[in-house]
């Protein structure tokens, strides 16, 4: 209502809102402000509050729709002086005003240069946590054997920026009655992750700790200056983190999930979030399911008829006492002329002089002519009216006979409806199951997620057939509500209330609640039916007798008495409909105001939406027109030669679309039918690389955890070649920092010879779960002395990992520095089976330059290999290899472990008498 009590209007907008495409969250998020406030100011302002809460998925649409309701029906209130309002926000003393703190640096961006972890996921390291060193500058790789650690180093990073791991928190709850997010090993149970970070453009340190105590309850600390909360939240983006089942599922994910999860990629997550929370709020059925608009708008129609009638009944009495028609007369004026009319009666007189209409005692009356003219005949006739004008009031005419087998028809479609569902409880489950199978989690659409049993035809069309049905009886019910509230039914409640005197037998009444809610039987609405007759029926026959007897009475009586009794009666009448008329105006008044306060807040939040949601799209078409050619010329990097891909977004929707516009000559084709595992893969991950790009934010790094894996060798190498030159830094000076962690050892290989290269950073990591996890820089010598103290401890079912991971980093370091040619299917051997080959390997080799007579071993270092090599196989490589772990012992062990350092000894030498032993270059050259 506007300030004058007329419905408010919105404003008229002439220009269209749209973001700002290089404008940060909060800059385009303060603009749409603007726009809604100019949409409705009062309206708008909550709406800015309600940002945050609608961002981060915390609202409650109840709460949202009410507050803004409440605004819509508080009076208005006058606006305050701007002088004095300026006053009020001036601080009392300026003296007491505190300084400001010092501004943080401008941050462009944040580097990754390390990560500590202890106690969380596969990294125990109690006592001594996993300390990775990163180079911003180069790209940084991680590698190790599964089993090892590595994807623990990715999930302690994501955990420490995100605060959860989704897959982990996903598992069934008869997988998650422990908690997996603390090593097991730990004795604290605590989980300590420390992200240490360098700003750009300044160069400015930032270490973060997060902690995760035995709980489950997280903690996070930044060094000062820097606020924290601020830091992890900005860090906080789609792109950061890529896993192999994440692209891998890109591909295969319908249109909205994928457009869903490209809007993280182009920053746009926090768009597609509000845009979602904006759309739940305006949709239709749980609006007007809050604001109960059906029943409202019976209760309204309810009034307006009865208004209608009471019209017409104060029309038809007007006319009997004052003996003319109300024509246009206002009910001031009308009222006025009922006054004067009952006042020229000589005996009312004294009782209706002076006083307004609707104040006059129509009992006084009564009795004045009771004094007047006396006589129980006349009192009597007076009560035969006043019975037969009461029952005329509640005998409504309303249903007619259509109206009532309308009812008994909407009953048969509703129970038809009913038949076809199973009740509420399977509604629940069938609602329960939707939201299961429509998860992107979900891939089998044939299993069955109660059952686990696989069908034959799809789960999701089957719930959505059976959900169907219950829409039916939804509306089949909503249509039977309606005809009860709107035919009148409810109106017959005081006839039935005035034929019935016990309650047991009033059957309007009994079933008026399921009526109202639309789940009465045929049978029931059948025997409404035929009770509504009934009661009509027996109103007719009391309202013949009452007047047959009225009849007779006027007979008796002079016509002077009849005629004021008859317009004493027609006053109470009138009396009564005017106090129920405005009434009724009051209720019709009030459902407008109501009415209007639930359009504006509907107007609102739909154009609202709708703008966002156009804003939206047109800035996620933009960005997705700009990272396209990155995306095509990434894609034909990985040397895909006559496949172009294709992605679009449907105008105003979140879908996204892919497609090849090219595939061997073939134009416009589906890839997800034509592309193999690679080429797929290969999409997604062009797709992915593309859109960090371009709109990386303030995360300048990215952490790629096993994305090789799902390609082919050849395809593995073209991939690394893009980032090394193309998509990270330093090759693209302006690229992210890529961190990529991988379990392939030939991939390893590659890793190495590029870390020679300057621009490339590799570290492999050694260790277990149950003891710690350590880079390779010195950690084959923590992995060496922690085995040794657990052998020495008598600990060998727990030390023999250890020993397994001392023999083959040696080895493998043997094999690399002395440039030992091995067979390329070393790399998909068992691990139980790797130390055994790198043995045959180096035994190959040796053999193969004494033969050639350019072995630099002297004697003495051969046999040194021979005695060692049996040691190693005898104690331990024969028992692990066949998986006979009983068979180790203590000293064995120990044996081993002396074994493995004296065999790589026998590849040294003295350079000068007294100096350090080193390698050969190789086994046909000292140095």
Request: charged residues 25%.
């Amino acid at each position: 209502m506007g300030k004058n009590g007329g419905l408010y209007i919105m404003p008229v907008r002439a220009a269209a809102f749209a973001f700002d495409e290089n404008a940060s969250l909060d800059d385009n998020l303060s603009a749409f402000g603007n726009y809604i406030d100019e949409m409705d100011a009062a309206l708008g302002a909550e709406m800015r509050k309600q940002f945050t809460a609608l961002l981060e998925g915390t609202y409650k649409a109840d709460e949202v729709w009410d507050r803004l309701f409440e605004i819509c029906a508080a009076p208005p209130t006058e606006d305050k002086n701007t002088s004095e309002v300026e006053v009020a926000a001036a601080p009392a003393n300026a003296a007491t005003a505190q300084p400001l703190a010092a501004p943080l640096p401008p941050v462009t961006g944040w580097l990754l240069e390390g990560v500590s972890i202890e106690g969380f996921r596969g990294v125990n390291n109690e006592g001594h946590p996993l300390e990775l060193r990163l180079q911003p500058d180069k790209v940084s790789s991680i590698s190790a054997v599964n089993g090892v650690g590595k994807t623990s180093v990715y999930d302690a990073v994501r955990y420490a920026i995100t605060g959860k791991l989704p897959w982990l928190d996903e598992l069934p709850a008869a997988e998650r009655d422990k908690d997996y997010y603390q090593n097991r090993f730990h004795s604290t149970g605590q989980s300590t992750i420390k992200l240490r970070l360098v700003a750009e453009p300044g160069g400015e340190k930032c270490a973060i700790t997060i902690g995760r105590n035995a709980l489950g309850h997280r903690s996070v600390a930044a060094t000062a200056p820097w606020d924290t909360s601020a830091i992890l939240t900005a860090l906080n983006r789609e792109f950061v983190f890529l896993d192999g089942p994440t692209f891998q599922k890109f591909i295969a994910a319908g249109p909205l999930v994928r457009g869903r999860t490209f809007s993280g990629l182009l920053g746009l997550s926090a768009y597609s979030d509000l845009r979602q929370a904006l759309a739940g709020l305006v949709n239709t059925r749980a609006f007007n399911n809050h604001f109960s608009v059906a029943a409202h708008a019976q209760n309204k129609t309810r009034e307006e008829r009865t208004a209608r009638d009471l019209a017409a009944a104060i029309a038809n009495d007007y006319e009997i006492l004052v003996g003319a028609a109300i024509g246009e007369l206002n009910a001031t004026a009308a009222k006025e002329k009922c006054q004067d009319a009952l006042a020229q009666i000589a005996p009312l007189k004294p009782v209706c002089e002076g006083k307004a209409f609707a104040a006059i005692d129509i009992d006084a009356c009564i009795e004045a002519i009771k004094d007047a003219e006396g006589g129980p005949k006349r009192e009597r006739l007076g009560t035969c009216i006043r019975e037969r004008s009461d029952l005329a009031k509640v005998n409504h005419e309303a249903p007619t006979a259509e109206r009532a087998a309308q009812l008994t028809a909407l009953a048969a479609e509703r129970e038809d409806a009913v038949a076809r569902t199973a009740g509420d409880l399977m509604l629940q489950l069938y609602q329960a199951g939707s939201k299961v199978v429509e998860t992107e989690q979900w891939e089998d659409p044939h299993l069955c997620p109660l059952c686990d049993g696989t069908g034959t035809h799809s789960l999701r069309d089957h719930i959505a057939s059976k959900l169907s049905e219950f829409e039916a009886l939804d509306k089949a019910a909503t249509a039977l509500a309606t005809e009860w509230s709107a035919s009148g039914w409810t109106e017959l409640l005081q006839l039935e209330s005035t034929m019935e005197s016990t309650a047991e037998k009033r059957l309007l009444a009994a079933r008026n609640t399921r009526a109202a809610a639309g789940s009465i039987s045929k049978a029931e609405a059948e025997a409404l039916v035929e009770h509504l007759a009934a009661l009509r029926t027996r109103a007719g026959e009391i309202d013949a007798q009452l007047a047959a007897e009225q009849a007779q009475l006027e007979k008796e009586l002079p016509p002077s008495s009849v005629e004021v009794t008859k317009k004493v009666e027609t006053a109470r009448r009138l009396q009564d409909s005017w106090n129920k008329l405005e009434q009724s105006r009051n209720a019709i008044a009030e459902e407008a105001v109501r009415d209007a306060c639930v359009d504006r807040v509907r107007d609102f939040l739909v154009d609202a939406s709708k703008t966002f949601a156009t804003a939206e799209a047109g800035m996620s078409k933009a960005r997705l027109a700009a990272v396209e050619p990155v995306f095509k010329e990434y894609f034909k990097k990985m040397s895909f030669h006559g496949v172009e891909p294709a992605v679009s977004k449907k105008a105003d929707s979140e879908e996204l679309r892919i497609g090849l516009t090219q595939f061997y000559g073939l134009t416009n084709v589906s890839p997800q039918a034509l592309l193999s595992e690679s080429f797929r893969n290969a999409f997604a991950i062009s797709l992915y690389l593309a859109a960090a790009s371009l709109y990386g934010g303030l995360p300048k790094f990215v952490v790629l955890d096993d994305v090789t894996s799902s390609f082919d060798a050849g395809h593995q190498h073209f991939l690394v070649e893009l980032i090394r030159t193309t998509f990270a830094r330093p090759g693209n000076a302006t690229g992210p920092q890529v961190i990529l962690l991988s379990h392939d050892t030939m991939l390893e290989k590659l890793f190495n010879k590029h870390s020679g290269s300057g621009a490339w950073w590799h570290q492999r990591l050694e260790g277990s779960p149950q003891v710690a996890v350590l880079p390779q820089a010195g950690a084959v010598n923590k992995v060496r002395d922690r085995t040794i103290s657990m052998l020495q401890a008598g600990q060998v079912d727990s030390a023999k990992e250890g020993v397994r991971q001392y023999l083959e980093y040696r080895l493998s370091d043997l094999i690399s520095k002395l440039r030992i040619p091995v067979p390329v299917d070393i790399a998909f051997n068992d691990d139980k089976q790797l130390a055994g080959e790198f043995l045959k390997a180096i035994e190959a080799a040796v053999k193969l330059h004494k033969a050639a007579n350019s072995l630099q071993l002297d004697a003495a270092q051969q046999a040194g290999l021979n005695t060692n090599m049996v040691t190693i196989v005898g104690n331990f490589l024969s028992h692990w290899g066949t998986g006979q772990a009983a068979a180790f012992s203590g000293p064995a062990l120990l044996g081993v472990m002396q074994a493995i350092d004296d065999y790589c000894d026998c590849f040294t030498f003295e350079p000068t008498p007294g100096a350090a032993r080193i390698y050969y270059k190789s086994l046909s050259q000292r140095q």
